[in-house]
């Protein structure tokens, strides 16, 4: 179940499911999804559901992870990338197969630690993790190409939008009982909001957690 077979099976039914962008699907054939689940829900991190990740957290389908991705990419190269919410490292390790930085922060400081050495073993040098409140952002890496947000809000936080490159672009799920995807665009004129498909995330929640 963790072979490149079952790999290549998942990318065939993300095509079949509408993903279209090859890069992004490139991106995730190259990363072991396997590694980021508990091992005892091994046999199952290729199949199109969310799974626990301990903290009361989870790691998104991957269909999310791909639609997420390819809207955040929206065929064009990112620089730099902004991810809030960390999670088990497996959007992270995605984003850094297309993305030439990125930044990730998480606010769960055991979770973060798990992360990290998750990443360290893919050799993922483009990558750089902080334990901090993500609804405050990372101004001292701004601005960024790309903002992604892995739990649901209810508004964004103004440092987020302030962080956002002009040309720029953020992807996150919007609402509290009914979520739905949201996209927020920068141009010179100001921020123009797109709301896309309904989903279902946990929520973001502020400050930090050290253990």
Do not use: W
């Not at 490139?26 to 396997?34: D, L, T, Y």
């Not at 980021?36 to 389908?61: C, K």
């Not at 953020?170 to 100001?190: A, E, H, T, W």
């Amino acid at each position: 179940m963790t072979s490149q077979r079952t790999r290549a099976r998942m990318i065939e039914r993300l095509r079949t499911q509408g993903i279209v962008d090859e890069v992004v699907l490139a991106g995730m054939n190259a990363v072991p999804r396997h590694i980021f689940v508990e091992e005892i829900l091994a046999s199952r991190a290729y199949d199109d559901v969310a799974l626990p990740i301990n903290f009361g957290q989870t790691i998104s389908s991957p269909y999310i992870v791909a639609r997420m991705s390819e809207l955040l990419r929206a065929s064009s190269r990112l620089g730099k990338v902004l991810e809030i919410g960390s999670g088990c490292g497996y959007q992270t390790a995605v984003l850094a197969q297309f993305a030439h930085e990125v930044y990730s922060i998480e606010r769960i400081g055991p979770l973060l630690t798990r992360t990290r050495t998750r990443l360290r073993e893919l050799r993922l040098h483009n990558v750089r993790l902080k334990h901090s409140d993500g609804l405050l952002g990372l101004p001292e890496a701004a601005s960024f190409d790309g903002i992604i947000l892995t739990a649901a809000i209810a508004h964004v936080p103004p440092p987020l939008l302030e962080q956002l490159a002009i040309g720029g672009r953020m992807v996150f799920p919007k609402g509290s009982q009914d979520q739905y995807l949201c996209v927020i665009d920068r141009n010179p004129q100001g921020y123009t909001e797109t709301i896309l498909d309904e989903v279902r995330f946990v929520p973001m929640l502020p400050g930090i957690l050290k253990g």
